[in-house]
């Protein structure tokens, strides 16, 4: 008799142990930069670095967290991890008890899809380590349910591009496309050190417009249509252009105290384009890695000028969340 699942996944829905089952895994999930100007909760960017990085073991019953490296809430009640791990154990009819260690890498509240990376983390971990033989679709589902828990809205750029990794484009009920970067294209991305709301990206999506103009509307399909053009022809002129529209920089800019002055002084170090990181407050740019360094540093200038403290780095577009380790 057919039952649905396969031989392993029958055997850890039921907790029962098979000697080839891995008995820990532990995955990396990389930082993520959604929107890129004119992709409002459409297009996502997969960063080499920053990354989260989660051991999962296999327990009798309950579920536990453990967490290092930068703060993270570990209220049962709010903490992502635990929220994307019970939403499988109950989807997926696992009847055993997980262990986990989170090593947060990815700063909360950045602009850098920190509740993505550890939502990401915990839905490939959790298909890793119990075998389930997810599709990346139903992945970014669960790890959606991290992303809602975070914002209060269950919007999928970020996770996808964490999953998938490369350049994304999400559209409704978890569909997505994936594309590699091209080779050349490097990042810069300069974080002010400023105070944010207490529910920042919930307060950042609160200054996105209920409707636009025709003008606004036409302009933000061009720069849309670039950016996917951009990236499917390797050309880094237009991914810097494209980031340069859409409706949604003009209304957070508010949020980054000299972000126009940031922006500016990337495009005159030689940077093709630069917007706001998600919902801010990072600035990214794009550039070539023969010119990082001069543009990072003039992101750095462009802060100070504005009084504002700011830290930064370079990095390349990520890999998708992967199992590094298991045994």
């Not at 839905?123 to 389930?132: H, T």
Request: hydrophobic fraction near 45%.
């Amino acid at each position: 008799m057919q039952s649905g699942l396969s031989t392993t996944r029958s055997l850890a829905v039921f907790g029962v142990r098979e000697s080839n089952m891995a008995k820990w895994v532990t995955v990396k999930a990389p930082a993520s930069s959604a929107n890129l100007g004119a992709g409002y909760d459409v297009f996502a960017l997969a960063l080499g670095e920053p990354v989260d990085t989660l051991t999962i073991r296999r327990a009798k019953s309950g579920v536990r967290l453990r967490v290092g490296g930068l703060h993270l809430d570990t209220d049962p009640r709010k903490n992502i991890v635990l929220g994307v791990v019970r939403a499988m154990m109950e989807g997926e009819g696992i009847r055993e008890g997980v262990s986990l260690h989170l090593r947060k890498g990815v700063p909360v509240g950045a602009g850098l899809g920190s509740s993505a990376a550890s939502s990401a983390a915990a839905a490939v971990g959790m298909n890793a380590i119990f075998d389930l033989g997810l599709e990346k679709r139903k992945l970014i589902g669960y790890a959606g349910i991290g992303e809602k828990m975070a914002s209060g809205t269950a919007h999928y750029d970020n996770v996808a591009a964490a999953i998938a990794g490369g350049f994304v484009v999400v559209s409704g009920s978890q569909g997505f496309i994936a594309m590699n970067a091209p080779a050349r294209l490097t990042l810069c991305l300069a974080t002010p050190r400023i105070p944010l709301p207490s529910r920042k990206t919930e307060y950042a999506r609160s200054l996105v417009p209920k409707s636009l103009t025709v003008e606004e509307v036409a302009d933000t399909v061009t720069s849309a249509t670039m950016m996917i053009h951009g990236f499917s022809t390797g050309s880094l002129d237009e991914i810097g252009r494209a980031m340069q529209g859409g409706f949604v920089d003009p209304r957070r800019a508010a949020m980054i105290p000299g972000f126009g002055e940031v922006r500016d002084s990337a495009l005159d170090a030689g940077a093709f384009g630069a917007c706001i990181s998600g919902a801010g407050p990072t600035v990214l740019a794009a550039t070539t890695s023969r010119r990082a360094r001069g543009v990072l540093a003039a992101m750095i200038r462009g802060f100070r000028r504005a009084g504002v403290r700011s830290q930064g780095f370079v990095t390349r577009p990520g890999k998708g969340c992967r199992v590094i380790e298991q045994a």
